[in-house]
């Protein structure tokens, strides 16, 4: 497979999961905020579970921590796009990191750690397959971090 055909599509699969993540934000900011986080991650889990967009999702985490542009693009989803959609449901447009930090009374490195902590599972139960994480029910692994994610981005209430 050529660079640009592998380049286009981990750019596709990056806009699938900030789209899917950030309509599930989108949705819990219109919800309890209780479920701001599980939400988020039972839509992030549910394409990673998805044998089809997996292997692109891969590509992209691989890409990330391989090449600067690829750690680039991820800076870009995660500052950019999740925020952006999220912003949506609270009416404001080009929002970012500062702009939600502020609407939901966390500090701005609370976004920070709490993409660490999925990403640190994601890593755990996709690429190292380190067990018990690899096997767990998605539900259990949802269950486990969601109070620390909660914590991070929903202690303001």
Known sequence: MSETVEIDERSAAVDTLGGVIGEAGAAALEGPREQLTESALRAAFALWEDPEVRPKLLGILQAAVNSE???????????????????????????????????????????????G???????????????PIASIPVDDLIKLINPTLHRYLGAAQ
Do not use: C, H
């Open 69 to 115: 542009e690829g750690a680039e693009q991820m800076r870009r989803f995660i500052a950019e796009q999740l925020f952006a959609q999220a912003g949506k449901s609270i009416g404001a447009t080009d929002l970012d990191i500062y702009q939600m930090a502020e609407f939901l009374g966390v500090p701005p490195v609370n976004f920070g750690a709490a993409a």
């Open 117 to 131: 902590q999925v990403w640190g599972a994601v890593l755990m139960r996709y690429v190292v397959k380190l067990e």
